[in-house]
């Protein structure tokens, strides 16, 4: 090991550091630099069919909220003040250090040694799936950020009630409460399932965290409130469109898909007239019926989108019928296109059931919006639509390490989150079940809200719904050797006075049974 001489100004500076705070700033030192590395590589920005989306929204306003809308602010934040995205990615490079930072402490606090709970914090920014995520431009990237966020807060709140100061109100709790309150708002206001997130994990956190019930409802119940109040009020008013209908019952026509092929005898003439008004009765019991993809059902054509939303209403009605005579079939159908969120192994690829990913490529056509988007084609930016790494040899580098982790062999490990969210499980019972401390369920929270909130409405299995348990699995891994000391402490100062007073007690009889 490379030992620092004494008088060296690096050791002197490292010296003047406050112990408890060189484990945090060395993470983020170590995770900036590698997040920097993959930034350079693909500046400005890894892009997605999404992120042509976002830049025609905000450049042609077009603004809507099947998006986020606050993402798309910072979209045009980074447009309209460098004429490019770099300041966006480079800005969710900082975030994700500092929260990574942050979580390491939080490990430390739990038992974990420094030196594991600093690699742990860094190996997200050394995988390849987890490193170059963080520098996409896409919303799901600060959702990721505040999912993890809340866990260290979480996490934290935890150990102090296994501390046994649960009561205590000062500067650190409050802060710790202020962080998980900002990480369930990032959770919220950027992708729209983070309202099930937050009602998921927040009763979980309430029986973990009794004395501080009070203060968590705060902390999870607000964001969602102030979500809400900028969807049904905010939005609307500052001109913000709405989704049409055919979007926002996406996943409902497709459970009429998947329950008219198996089982097409629950379907009235009358039923049946309207499905085949919109698409011919061969698609919705052909490839339609793709339980593990709702996209396919949407496909236009043969699907007449405008004329399913006008029929909304009749569409709703159908599927209600079909909940109440064969509710198996929807509960099997949402299940199916949850694949991701549960299963281990990736599902059929014929049927595009395999975990579906994002590589950072540049799209000769912008990912087809070239082909029919005018706007696009005439954007002052389409130039700026591209990576242009800033040194090609990085780049050569980091697209091989990208391709070597994405080979079919690993992607149950590296881009599937399930088997990370089991293992968090298996960790933090084993933890409970060792040193007997309170509070640790609050490690489980996130983990179980973000996989729980993928069942009800998912429309494909894409490895970006499930990454956020990919970084919280690897966070967790250390507490596999942990040994919180607290629970020993106080159990031994508890110990002490009564051995003590024992000890005195026999000292002052002891002479009176000799006279």
């Known amino acids: 090991m490379l030992k620092l001489p004494r008088n060296s100004t690096i050791n002197t500076y490292w010296e003047r550091i406050p112990k408890k705070r060189r484990l945090p ?5 170590a995770t900036q630099f590698l997040f920097l590395l993959w930034w350079a590589a693909y500046f400005p920005g890894a892009l997605s069919y999404d992120s042509v989306t976002y830049i025609w929204h905000v450049t042609t306003d077009h603004w809507e909220s099947n998006h986020s809308v606050v993402y798309d602010s910072l979209v045009w ?7 490019d995205l770099w300041l966006l990615t480079l800005a969710q490079t900082v975030a994700m250090s500092a929260v990574l930072s942050y979580c390491s402490v939080t490990l430390r606090e739990w038992g974990v040694r420094q030196r594991w709970a600093a690699v742990a914090a860094s190996v997200p920014a050394l995988l390849p799936p987890t490193a170059v995520f963080v520098v996409f431009v896409w919303k799901d990237v600060p959702y990721v950020i505040g999912a993890v966020l809340a866990f260290g807060a979480a996490g934290r709140l935890g150990a102090r009630r296994a501390r ?8 650190y709790f409050y802060r710790t409460v202020g962080l998980l309150f900002l990480g369930f708002l ?5 992708r729209n399932n983070g309202l099930l997130v937050a009602a998921i994990a927040a009763p979980i956190l ?23 109040l900028l969807s049904t009020v905010v939005y ?21 898909a998947v329950a008219y092929g198996q089982r097409p005898s629950l379907f009235t003439p009358q039923n049946k007239a309207l499905l085949a008004s919109i698409a011919p009765l061969s698609h919705w019991k052909g490839r339609a019926a793709n339980c593990y993809n709702a996209d396919w059902a949407m496909e236009s054509p043969p699907m007449n989108r405008p004329l399913a939303a006008e029929r909304n209403d009749e569409l709703m009605a159908v599927w209600r019928r079909v909940l109440t005579k064969a509710p198996d079939l929807i509960i099997g159908a949402r299940l199916c296109r949850a694949h991701i969120a549960w299963a281990i192994w990736p599902g059929p690829k014929e049927l595009r059931a395999n975990t579906l990913t994002s590589d950072p490529k540049t799209s000769p056509t912008l990912f087809s919006y070239l082909t029919w988007n005018k706007s696009i084609q005439h954007s002052p930016y389409r130039q700026k639509l591209k990576i242009r790494p800033l040194w090609e040899p990085l780049h050569s580098v980091a697209d091989s390490l990208w391709t070597a982790f994405k080979v079919p062999q690993l992607q149950w490990l590296l881009f599937r989150g399930a088997i990370w969210c089991y293992a968090a499980y298996a960790i933090v019972l084993m933890l409970r079940r060792r040193t007997k401390l309170k509070g640790t369920s609050a490690l489980l ?15 494909a299995p894409l490895w970006r719904y499930m990454i956020a348990p990919i970084f919280i699995g690897i966070l967790i891994l250390p507490l596999m050797r942990a040994k919180p000391r607290f629970g020993r402490q106080q159990s031994s100062r508890t110990s002490k006075p009564t051995r003590n007073r024992s000890r005195s007690r026999t000292r002052t009889r002891k002479p009176a049974t000799v006279s």
């Open 206 to 228: 309430l029986i973990a965290l009794p004395s501080m019930r009070r203060w968590v409802l705060a902390a999870t119940a607000i964001p969602v409130s102030i979500m809400v």
């Open 186 to 190: 990032m959770l919220s206001v950027f």
């Open 445 to 459: 929270a996130l983990t179980l809200g973000l996989q729980l909130s993928i069942l009800p409405a998912n429309p």
């Open 236 to 256: 609307p008013a500052v001109g913000v469109k709405t989704p049409p209908k055919d979007a926002v019952y996406a996943f409902f026509y497709a459970d009429i």
């Open 164 to 171: 046994g100061r649960q009561a205590v109100r000062d500067r």
């Open 77 to 83: 934040l980074s447009l309209n003040t460098t004429g």
């Open 25 to 29: 700033l060395a993470v983020y030192a």
